[in-house]
């Protein structure tokens, strides 16, 4: 939903809709000044998805602070405790029932109120999110950087669309990803290099087997189109300046070749 328009929201939404979820997609914020508009407007709930968002912001406000937030700690996110997430709310009683969830449904010790789950996290994985976090900006300024040059140097050439960042908003590049023609050869081509890439994502959410039995029937082209063409670049952290000169080489020796 990050280039989802708000108008085609307006569009979905009726009598069953009870809430918006936005995914920030790649580390870029959905627009959420519309989106909190429009769920004020008809009285909805806002639950983001902020799992490659860690420290993206919209119009200077940081993603998982506009409505409910969810956060994931995979290995390969911009920051990590190696598994699990957080939620972040100002709504105390979503806070409190969430910390009831991850623990068995419980406020008291052995005083089961609702279900619940073991859902904890460890001391040692909370020990290394808040290392994590005080390392969250340099993290995402090295992708930045990265992106940047990766940005500049694809820029010329035909056959690609690099990624962009929307005015006003703070891209944190989870993943660089451009739309490319001959993305499946691009990407074995990179891969013969030493190249790794990766595709976000092959499958669209519409045509995944359990969506597929929900009865979804809409036609969904523009999601089609991107499946096909989407590809990830590098562009983590521990990249050298040489490591991204050499993507952008190897990219352009490809389409100059083709």
């Not at 390969?76 to 068995?104: C, Q």
């Not at 090295?142 to 669309?161: D, F, H, P, T, Y």
């Not at 944190?172 to 790794?196: S, W």
């Given at each position: 939903?990050?280039?989802?328009?708000?108008?085609?929201?307006?569009?979905?939404?009726?009598?069953k809709t009870?809430?918006?979820?936005?995914?920030?997609l790649?580390?870029?914020?959905?627009?959420?000044?519309?989106?909190?508009?429009?769920?004020?407007?008809?009285?909805?709930?806002?639950?983001?998805?902020?799992c490659?968002?860690?420290?993206?912001?919209?119009?200077?406000k940081?993603?998982g602070?506009?409505?409910?937030?969810?956060?994931?700690?995979?290995?390969?996110?911009?920051?990590?405790?190696?598994?699990?997430?957080?939620?972040?709310?100002?709504?105390?009683?979503?806070?409190e029932?969430?910390k009831?969830?991850?623990?068995?449904?419980?406020?008291?010790?052995?005083?089961?109120?609702?279900?619940?789950?073991?859902?904890r996290?460890?001391?040692?994985?909370?020990?290394?999110?808040?290392?994590?976090?005080?390392?969250?900006?340099?993290?995402?300024?090295?992708?930045?950087?990265?992106?940047a040059?990766?940005?500049?140097?694809?820029?010329?050439?035909s056959?690609?669309?690099?990624?962009?960042t929307?005015?006003?908003?703070?891209?944190?590049?989870?993943?660089?990803?451009?739309?490319a023609?001959?993305?499946?050869?691009?990407?074995?081509?990179?891969?013969?290099?030493?190249?790794?890439?990766?595709?976000?994502?092959?499958?669209?959410?519409?045509?995944?087997?359990?969506?597929?039995?929900?009865?979804?029937?809409?036609?969904?082209?523009?999601?089609?189109?991107?499946a096909?063409?989407?590809?990830?670049?590098?562009?983590?952290?521990?990249?050298?300046?040489d490591?991204?000169?050499?993507?952008?080489?190897?990219?352009?020796?490809?389409?100059?070749?083709?």
């Amino acid at each position: 939903m990050t280039l989802c328009a708000p108008v085609v929201i307006k569009e979905k939404i009726n009598s069953k809709t009870k809430a918006i979820m936005p995914v920030h997609l790649y580390g870029q914020s959905a627009d959420m000044k519309a989106i909190m508009e429009i769920a004020e407007d008809y009285k909805l709930v806002v639950i983001e998805d902020a799992c490659q968002a860690h420290g993206a912001e919209c119009l200077g406000k940081k993603t998982g602070s506009f409505g409910t937030g969810a956060f994931s700690f995979y290995p390969t996110k911009n920051m990590t405790t190696s598994e699990g997430g957080i939620i972040t709310t100002s709504d105390r009683e979503i806070a409190e029932k969430s910390k009831m969830i991850r623990a068995h449904g419980s406020r008291v010790r052995y005083l089961h109120e609702m279900l619940g789950f073991n859902l904890r996290m460890t001391d040692i994985a909370a020990a290394i999110g808040l290392a994590q976090l005080e390392k969250l900006d340099g993290f995402n300024a090295s992708r930045q950087k990265n992106a940047a040059m990766l940005s500049e140097g694809l820029k010329s050439i035909s056959g690609i669309v690099p990624a962009t960042t929307r005015e006003g908003y703070t891209h944190v590049f989870h993943q660089y990803t451009i739309r490319a023609q001959n993305r499946d050869k691009l990407a074995d081509f990179l891969k013969e290099k030493g190249i790794g890439t990766g595709v976000h994502y092959p499958i669209p959410i519409h045509k995944q087997p359990y969506y597929m039995e929900l009865g979804y029937k809409d036609s969904l082209p523009i999601s089609d189109k991107a499946a096909e063409e989407v590809l990830s670049l590098p562009v983590h952290p521990a990249l050298s300046r040489d490591d991204v000169l050499k993507v952008i080489k190897e990219v352009k020796e490809f389409y100059a070749s083709a």
